[in-house]
């Protein structure tokens, strides 16, 4: 059905690098999710209202919420397919972020709301009502959702949605909520024990547990989250197709939506190239790997030497070292310079953020004795830094 309707509404709708196209992705769900979502508020609500459950009206509240987060991200994805401005020369993608952590927030509310409510009616229970009407609302109301969770993952997975994916994950979620109340129902039914405000509460506390993780995965975007290694190494290995372009390292990224990041990274060429042709090859590259990932990459072009055997040897002598010590460890800019009495061997060595200080000391230390175990005259110069990717 979901194929279906994207055919029938969105043209070219395998092209989903273009904004637009992805644009009407995130509307069509958006839609999709409201209509969904306010079926199962009115018959949730009327339902609870009638058998006197608070359980089944907290669930129907929790779907209003998901349905103000539908038209949240409705309204976000409309946003963000606005074009770049004089204001805003990189779009205005984050529009979704800022949508998620508004969605976030009223989820925790409504998460709060609840948990008041159960722990009233934990401390004064009301009887029960029990209908076979009752049970099938709540079994076509898992229907729904899973339908919601299969439609979210699908749109969410082709357009490369965090919203879209976060609110696949919460219709998942919503299966086990409503899927407690008609147990809770059922324990009432056949054994007389009313457990609605327990199961009541218990869905407010996971309600408010979503929407805090939803508002911290969201904040951490916004902060500026680390490049994943999985798209790093894919960036590096189209980079590295070009003939020419002998590594890459200092691969940074900002997110300026989900659709549109801007890449920056070191790009080492010979030095016995000439200045101009490398030149010319890495704007090539800029542009060639940019549209095919979709991405602004600038790349800060390196010389390198690559004809002096006692660099060569230092090389490979360090790179084999780090690589037993840590895979996350990374050498590059590697240099000789000549001195009268001494040979100052220079090179970044990049190492993950949980390396600390005290491994930085211990590290140095048995890299100074690893290349004066080769010769005597060199003396290391090693700038240590953070990686910038996940």
């Known amino acids: 059905m979901v194929d279906f309707l994207i055919k029938v509404f969105i043209k070219n709708s395998d092209n989903i690098r273009e904004a637009k196209v992805r644009e009407k992705h995130g509307l069509l769900a958006g839609i999709l999710g409201i209509f969904s979502n306010l079926f199962l508020v009115l018959i949730k609500v009327a339902i609870g209202l009638f058998s006197n459950s608070l359980s089944i009206v907290a669930d129907g509240f929790n779907n209003l919420s998901d349905m103000v987060s539908s038209v949240v991200s409705l309204v976000s994805f409309k946003l963000a397919g606005k074009p770049a401005d004089r204001n805003h020369p990189f779009g205005h993608g984050r529009m979704e972020y800022v949508a998620t952590l508004l969605v976030s927030f009223f989820v925790v509310v409504v998460g709060y709301e609840i948990i008041k409510q159960a722990i009233d009616s934990i401390i004064n229970p009301r ?135 801007m890449v920056s990274l070191h790009a080492e060429v010979s030095d016995k190239v000439p200045i101009s042709v490398s030149h010319e090859l890495v704007d090539k590259i800029e542009y060639e790997v940019g549209k095919l990932l979709g991405i602004l990459l600038v790349i800060h072009m390196d010389p390198v030497t690559v004809d002096d055997p006692r660099l060569n040897q230092l090389k490979e002598r360090v790179t084999s070292f780090l690589e037993a010590k840590d895979v996350n460890f990374s050498g590059h800019d590697f240099r000789l310079v000549d001195g009268h009495e001494s040979i100052n061997f220079i090179f970044d060595l990049e190492v993950p953020h949980s390396f600390d200080e005290v491994e930085k000391d211990l590290i140095e230390k048995e890299l100074k004795d690893l290349v004066k175990s080769i010769d005597d005259r060199y003396n290391l110069v090693v700038n240590i830094e953070y990686s910038f990717i996940e």
């Open 127 to 261: 009887e029960l009502s029990f209908s076979p009407v009752i049970v099938v609302i709540l079994v076509i109301s898992m229907v729904i959702k899973l339908w919601q969770m299969l439609m979210y993952k699908k749109v969410g997975g082709k357009i490369a949605s965090d919203t879209l994916l976060a609110t696949a994950i919460d219709s998942r979620n919503d299966v086990l909520v409503t899927a407690g109340t008609l147990v809770g129902i059922l324990i009432f039914y056949f054994f007389k024990v009313n457990v609605d405000g327990i199961i009541s509460l218990l869905i407010g506390l996971f309600i408010l547990y979503s929407g805090i993780g939803l508002g911290r995965e969201v904040i951490s975007t916004l902060i500026g989250r680390s490049l994943d290694r999985e798209e790093a190494d894919r960036i590096k290995a189209e980079v590295l197709k070009f003939k020419g372009i002998l590594g890459v390292h200092d691969i940074i990224s900002h997110t300026y939506g989900p659709s549109y990041s």
